[in-house]
T-cell receptor, first 112, second 111 residues
């Protein structure tokens, strides 16, 4: 089954404790991205990757890092999480400039 | 001005009615247009994609695109309570992978 997976689905952590949210897709898509979704602000892109070893900032990259060592995986790293990073996070992938974008199930992160 | 604008709603319609959701975009270079449905706390689910002017129908859903007016809409016929969700309009610029999302319209279908 074609899908985007994320782990963990729920995470409660404390300020400053490094964490990684994993994302994997099995559709051989080149393009992957991370979004955060907050009430009233909609979906905002954090980082994206056009292909292996090619990543770039989206609209709200501060406080986040990503890597793309393999085509299928695109982890999101919070080196020192802060309470303002409490949000619902989605990973997504698509195959090309006309390709449809598919979302993972989401990760609800709470930073206390 | 936001790049993709939607009325936040809620849009309330009775069961069986036609729900009409609208979206405008600012970049004339936009080439691809998408409608996603999102239930509360869940991930966006792709419903329709449309790339050329006119109508595109898929079951109870019809997407309409008018590039001259920079306007895309989604019609849901025979609305069901299970259609109650937030509908996100997304636009992709020419030769870009990036999707620009509107903030969504919340639809309520009353039984």
């Amino acid at each position: 089954e074609a899908q985007v997976t994320q782990n963990p689905r729920y995470l409660i952590t404390v300020t400053g404790k490094k964490l990684t949210v994993t994302c994997s897709q099995n559709m051989n898509h080149e393009y992957m991205s991370w979004y955060r979704q907050d009430p009233g602000l909609g979906l905002r892109q954090i980082y994206y990757s056009m292909n292996v070893e090619v990543t770039d900032k989206g609209d709200v990259p501060e406080g986040y890092k990503v890597s793309r060592k393999e085509k299928r995986n695109f982890p999101l790293i919070l080196e020192s999480p802060s309470p303002n990073q409490t949000s619902l996070y989605f990973c997504a992938s698509n195959s090309g400039s006309l390709g449809e974008q598919y979302f993972g199930p989401g990760t609800r992160l709470t930073v206390t | 001005q936001k790049e993709v604008e939607q009325n936040s709603g809620p849009l309330s319609v009775p069961e069986g009615a036609i729900a009409s959701l609208n979206c405008t975009y600012s970049d004339r270079g936009s080439q691809s247009f998408f409608w996603y449905r999102q239930y509360s706390g869940k991930s966006p689910e792709l419903i329709m994609s449309i790339y050329s002017n006119g109508d595109k129908e898929d079951g109870r859903f019809t997407a309409q695109l008018n590039k001259a007016s920079q306007y895309v809409s989604l019609l849901i016929r025979d609305s069901q309570p299970s259609d109650s969700a937030t509908y996100l309009c997304a636009v992709r610029r020419d030769s870009s992978y990036k999707l620009i999302f509107g903030s969504g319209t919340r639809l309520l279908v009353r039984p």
